[in-house]
Nanobody, 116 residues
């Protein structure tokens, strides 16, 4: 059974940084894509960044390009989201997700709050 556990959320002032961590377990992820999504209150859940587990190919939403960096550590089965220059608009619950074609497995989410 795939398990994804996020950590690293919290309260930060605008302009600050946070690093989210997703601990993945339950299978070999070599054919999987890992993604970070976020959902603000009253809004849809949107993909923020993704990375292929095998080749490390990344993709970002326009709203976070140049500020967020996704990475993975194959040895530790960890996925990270480094978030810099945070803005109040980045406030949301952030979810780690994985799958081969779509995203079939989800973590429980971690809250990120950015104060003005």
């Amino acid at each position: 059974q795939v398990q994804l556990v996020e950590s690293g959320g919290g309260l930060v002032q605008a302009g600050g940084s946070l690093r989210l961590t997703c601990a993945a377990s339950g299978r070999t992820f070599s054919n999987y894509r890992m993604g970070w999504f976020r959902q603000a209150p009253g809004k849809e859940r949107n993909l923020v960044a993704s990375i292929t587990w095998s080749g490390g190919i990344t993709s970002y939403a326009d709203s976070v390009k140049g500020r967020f960096t996704i990475s993975r550590d194959k040895a530790k089965n960890m996925v990270y989201l480094q978030m810099n220059s945070l803005e109040p608009e980045d406030t949301a619950v952030y979810y780690c997700a994985t799958g081969i074609i779509g995203y079939n497995f989800w973590g429980q989410g971690t809250q990120v709050t950015v104060s003005p």
